[in-house]
């Protein structure tokens, strides 16, 4: 992952997306995290790799959290 984040949560835009994304496919992954404002940046990628990849949009951190530990949410109620 790579990023940043406002003390508040919120997920700001990060450069060198499609850079991030092909090394990311090389290396085997499929899944790929990215913030929302970034959305526009798969307009760069080539469309096999739009297709055969999985992108998920976040605006805040939980959402990134959620995304990476699924049921995170229920999880946490548990432990409260």
Request: glycine share 8%; proline share 6%; charged share 30%.
């Amino acid at each position: 992952m790579t990023g940043e984040m406002t003390l508040t949560g919120l997920v700001l835009p990060i450069g060198g997306v499609k850079e991030k994304v092909l090394a990311a496919r090389r290396a085997g992954i499929k899944r790929i995290v990215l913030p929302y404002g970034n959305k526009k940046d798969l307009r760069d990628l080539p469309d096999p790799v739009r297709q055969e990849m999985e992108f998920i949009f976040a605006e805040r951190i939980d959402q990134v959290l959620e995304a990476l530990i699924p049921k995170l949410t229920e999880r946490l109620r548990l432990i409260a």
